[in-house]
């Protein structure tokens, strides 16, 4: 359904790709660990390798989490991912396109055995 | 000699005649699509514009009468609460965080109301719903103005009451209550009053006024016990031209049922996600807790709602879509909300804090569902953290919802671990939703929602000050370092712990 207007309304997406400079949204969580409340956004070029992202950024971001300190690097490789709802064999050696990563979609990890501050279902 | 009389006093009824309907007419110069050209492009259908019934049948001399002796009232004990230093009767200083929240949060939106009731006001061809919109936005502005001068005594002693309107058009969490009323001023006439008369103020304002009115009176804030006194005579008339649009559309057109339903469904949705920002202030910012937002969402949203819709359906209207998931979220909203602002208390104008032992306790009790299983841990975390100096900020930026422009911070329904997401495509774009009620109004709307001005995607646009997030707080109007950040290492708590120990000593 279109809105219901007194004249001609049509606008562009005030967050379409080109107006961020190169880069594209991407959002990123690691699954159930809340104490980080929300999803990270973050603007990445696409042709940034997504090992880089997880190592240069999103690692990083998730420090104060006590649960950063066991996961590395491999470990998040080896996860279970899902890109836009979709189970995703990430590759870190490969760039974010690479993977499958498109403007605004959301990555999302779970690492078995780790499951945030007092384990599964907890999310925290 | 001759005598003179005076002549008679009218009546009630032939004075209300006089002053309202006797002012409108039909006009012959322009044809009245041209002179309301506003009325009908949103698709209700108005047989006898004459069949509305009044609320309140006021007229402006008695309407004048009354605010001016309101007025004179409230200002008297305005001078006397600031005069006697009012502000050391409250119970604590973080109290005033809910009144940092609430002039940069609703203060804002009264002043909207007065601009989107103006419009109203104009607009309808009718002319007894003009008058009722006309004096509604005068009480609108009315309450924005003193709602300022009655908190404005805080503003000398205490950070972040210093811009609430450059604020409410830049910060991001301000954007959530700017995009809701945005959305309906930019609608017609119809879906204004059903948006904030019916929807907001009819059926949910209770959840706002209740909580902030009961809340100052239980923590000594007189001055804003007094405003919400002086403003109760007017949301009592508000909430019956609520109730009576709804009632005036469904009587005029059986057509009309469709649309009133959409708009309920969109504008119970969008109304409930605003009132995200008040079951925090109940259940964490309250020194002294009024009752929880649980006990609040139970007695007036699923008690007097429900009873509400249940007259109502005699016209065909069901209750709001989804509003079973606002049911379920009742359990969790508070402490996800205060959970994010605890996260993000380095980029808000009032500070936060973690619940002392007692409010862990009553937050137990209040929440047995809930609390000890899943948010208890987390804030225990916090706790633990912050005593050793590492008192946890979250330093990125977070997703946003594309509709009620709050970030990802909601769970499935049913299932408090797993962050909610929607997505939809529109021309080739993808967007995100925190839930199905604000995907439903989106795909209703696309058109109006893709232009969403969403303050983190601002930011990395480049619009927002600057690229650091310091220069987007300085862009702000952020005393960084004041407003923001902890309470406990607050300006505002040192000046609150002076002046109680030096109370204490003058005893």
Redesign the interface.
């Known amino acids: ?6 004249g001609d ?8 790709l080109e ?3 190169g ?1 594209m ?1 991407v ?1 990123i ?1 690691w ?2 660990h ?10 990445l070029p696409p042709d940034m390798l997504l090992g880089d992202v997880m190592k240069n950024i999103v690692l990083p ?1 998730y420090a ?1 989490h ?1 649960d950063s300190e066991k996961a590395t690097l491999e470990d998040f490789e080896k996860g279970q991912w899902l890109l ?2 979709k189970p995703l064999q990430a590759d870190f050696t490969k760039s974010l396109a690479e993977n499958g990563v ?5 990555l999302r990890v779970t690492i078995p055995g780790l499951d945030g ?2 384990g599964q ?4 | 000699m001759a005598i003179t009389r005076s002549k008679p006093k009218m009546g009630i009824k032939e004075r209300y005649a006089s002053m309202t309907r006797d002012l409108g007419w039909e006009t012959s110069y322009q044809p009245m699509d041209k002179v309301f050209p506003y009325d009908k492009f949103e698709g209700i259908k108005i047989h006898d514009w004459d069949a509305w019934v009044d609320p309140f049948r006021l007229t402006m001399d008695a309407y004048w009468k009354y605010q001016s002796e309101k007025e004179r009232k409230l200002y008297a004990v305005i001078d006397s609460f600031a005069q006697n230093n009012g502000q050391m009767g409250i119970t604590d200083a973080r109290y005033l965080n809910a009144i940092k929240l609430f002039i940069t949060g609703v203060s804002p939106l009264e002043y909207a109301a007065h601009r989107g009731f103006a419009f109203a006001g104009r607009h309808f061809r009718g002319v007894g719903m003009r008058v009722a919109s006309q004096m509604q936005s005068i009480d609108e502005l009315r309450h924005a103005q003193t709602q300022l001068h009655a908190m404005s005594h805080y503003n000398k002693f205490f950070g972040g009451m210093h811009s609430s309107h450059l604020m409410y058009d830049r910060v991001w969490y301000l954007s959530v209550p700017k995009s809701y009323f945005d959305d309906a001023m930019t609608a017609g006439p119809f879906e204004f009053l059903t948006a904030i008369s019916f929807s907001f103020e009819y059926v949910l304002t209770n959840l706002l006024f209740v909580p902030f009115m009961s809340g100052a009176a239980h923590n000594g804030d007189m001055a804003t016990v007094t405003f919400g006194f002086s403003a109760q005579s007017d949301e009592s008339r508000h909430m019956t031209l609520g109730i009576e649009i709804i009632k005036f559309m469904l009587e005029q057109d059986e057509a009309n049922l469709p649309i009133v339903q959409r708009w309920i469904d969109k504008w119970f949705w969008r109304g409930y996600r605003l009132l995200a920002l008040v079951s925090m202030m109940m259940d964490y910012m309250l020194p002294k807790r009024v009752m929880s937002w649980r006990e609040a969402w139970e007695i007036y949203f699923e008690e007097a709602g429900t009873a509400l819709f249940e007259d109502l359906s005699r016209y065909g209207l069901k209750m709001p879509k989804y509003y079973e998931v606002a049911n379920w979220e009742k359990d969790h909203l508070s402490h996800q909300v205060w959970s994010t602002f605890y996260n993000y208390a380095g980029a808000t104008a009032f500070h936060t804090w973690m619940p002392n032992d007692n409010e862990m306790e009553w937050l137990r009790d209040k929440y047995p569902d809930s609390f000890e299983k899943h948010y208890q841990p987390r804030f225990e975390h916090f706790i633990k953290e912050q005593k050793k100096g590492n008192r946890f900020f979250n330093n990125t930026l977070p997703m946003l919802c594309q509709t009620c422009q709050i970030p990802f911070i909601f769970t499935e329904p049913g299932d408090p671990t797993t962050t909610c997401f929607r997505e939809t495509h529109y021309k080739g774009n993808r967007y995100n939703f925190c839930s199905d009620g604000c995907k439903d109004i989106f795909e209703q709307e696309p058109e109006k929602y893709i232009q969403a001005w969403l303050p983190v995607y601002q930011i990395y646009q480049g619009n927002c000050g600057g690229k650091e997030i310091e220069d987007v707080l300085r862009w702000y109007n952020f005393n960084l370092g004041e407003d923001n950040g902890e309470y406990l290492d607050s300006p505002d708590y040192d000046l609150w712990t002076q002046w109680k120990e030096s109370q204490s000593r003058a005893v």
């Open positions: 359904m279109s809105v219901n207007s007194i309304y049509s606008f562009d997406s005030r967050d379409k107006n961020f400079h880069a949204l959002f969580q699954e159930q809340l104490v980080y409340c929300a999803p990270f956004a973050f603007p971001a104060y006590p836009d709802n498109k403007h605004q979609s959301i501050l007092v279902g907890s999310a925290a």
